[in-house]
C-alpha cells in the first residue's frame, strides 16, 4: 500500500516526516491540507485524526499522528538505513542530541522562523523578543 502523508505546506513537523522518508528513499503519497480552508477539521480529516494535528500517516495497518510516533514506525517497518541508530551507541546519541536541542534551542528557533516567515516587514518594538532577533535575521539575509 502507498504511504499517505497528510500535511501542510510548509509544515516543520510535515518536513520532518518527508526528510525521515526520503533519506530511507520512500515516495508518500503526499496530501496537502489547507490550513486556512481548515482542512484539517473537517469531518473526514477529523475520522483519521481526532486531533486535527499534522503530519498524519495512513499506512496498511492504520493511521498514524504525531511527526515522531511516524519515524519510529518508519524506523521499524523500513530497517534498512535506519533513522535512530543502528547500535545502542549511536541510538543514545541520536535521542541525547534529539532532546537537547528539544529542551534548548527550540523556543530561540521558533522565534527566529516566525521572524523570517511571519514579518511583515515592520520593525519590532524596542525590548521585544523580535527586536533581538533582528541583528540575527539581516545577518541570515543580507550576507
Ligand atoms: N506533536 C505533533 C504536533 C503536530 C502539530 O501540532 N502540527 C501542527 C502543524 S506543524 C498542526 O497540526 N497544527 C494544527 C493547528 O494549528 O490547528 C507532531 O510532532 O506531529
Known amino acids: ?12 513537523r510535515g518536513w520532518r516526516v518527508l526528510l525521515g522518508m526520503s533519506f530511507k528513499g520512500l515516495t508518500p503519497d503526499i496530501r496537502y491540507l ?11 480529516f477529523l475520522k483519521l485524526n ?4 499534522a503530519p ?3 499506512t496498511k495497518t492504520g493511521v498514524l499522528r504525531d511527526s515522531i510516533a511516524i519515524l519510529a514506525w518508519l524506523d521499524r517497518e523500513y530497517p534498512e538505513k535506519p533513522l535512530f541508530g543502528a547500535t545502542p551507541q549511536e541510538a543514545g546519541i541520536i535521542w541525547q542530541t534529539t532532546t537537547e536541542c528539544n529542551d534548548y534551542l527550540r523556543k530561540s528557533t521558533d ?5 523570517v516567515f511571519s514579518s ?3 520593525v519590532p518594538a524596542e525590548g521585544s523578543a523580535e527586536r533581538d532577533l533582528q541583528p540575527h535575521y539581516h545577518r541570515l539575509h543580507h550576507k
Open 120 to 122: 511583515d516587514g515592520s
Open 56 to 58: 498524519t500517516l495512513e
Open 1 to 12: 500500500m502507498t504511504l499517505i502523508l497528510h500535511t501542510f505546506s510548509g509544515a516543520p
Open 34 to 44: 489547507n490550513y486556512s480552508e481548515k482542512d484539517h477539521h473537517k469531518p473526514g
Open 111 to 115: 522565534q527566529l522562523l516566525s521572524l
Open 50 to 53: 481526532p486531533r486535527a494535528t
